[in-house]
């Protein structure tokens, strides 16, 4: 077994057992070990906290699959979790009447940018049904 399917057992395991923190860890380590692979991005997608970074990261694997049907379905939900987000934010700001700036990041930014800016509280999830 190569490093990263390795790195993305583990990673299955983490959130087998509810530790989506150690999960999204060990994926950021495969992708750092390879960013070319799609199932490590597929995987952050769907453990990151951060609506905004999944949708980003859905959308790298895309990128480097994008006749998968499974990519193609978490692309989907990161977009819907990303709209949801957008939502509450403009509600809160007209409430708040801050002035907000968006920030926007391409897909394709370097890992290590995208860890520094991403939250790290674990998001839930029911099971790792993402990983083939």
């Known amino acids: 077994m190569n490093d990263n399917r390795l790195l ?9 057992a509810g530790d989506t923190t150690k999960a999204h860890a060990l994926l950021m380590q495969a992708v750092r070990h390879d960013a070319d692979d799609y199932v490590a991005w597929l995987g952050l997608a769907r453990v990151t906290a951060s609506p905004q970074a999944s949708l980003e990261y859905a959308q ?10 499974l990519a193609q379905k978490i692309l989907k939900w ?8 957008q939502v509450s934010g403009s509600a809160s700001q007209r409430v708040s009447g801050a002035a907000g700036q968006q920030v926007s990041r ?5 890992v290590s940018q995208l860890d520094k800016q991403e939250e790290t509280k674990p ?10």
């Open 8 to 16: 993305i057992q583990q990673a299955g395991e983490a959130v087998k």
């Open 60 to 69: 790298r694997a895309i990128s480097l699959k994008p006749d998968d049907a």
């Open 78 to 85: 990161a977009e819907g979790r990303s709209a949801g987000q």
């Open 106 to 110: 391409s897909a394709g930014q370097q």
């Open 123 to 132: 998001a839930k999830l029911a099971a790792w049904d993402w990983r083939r």
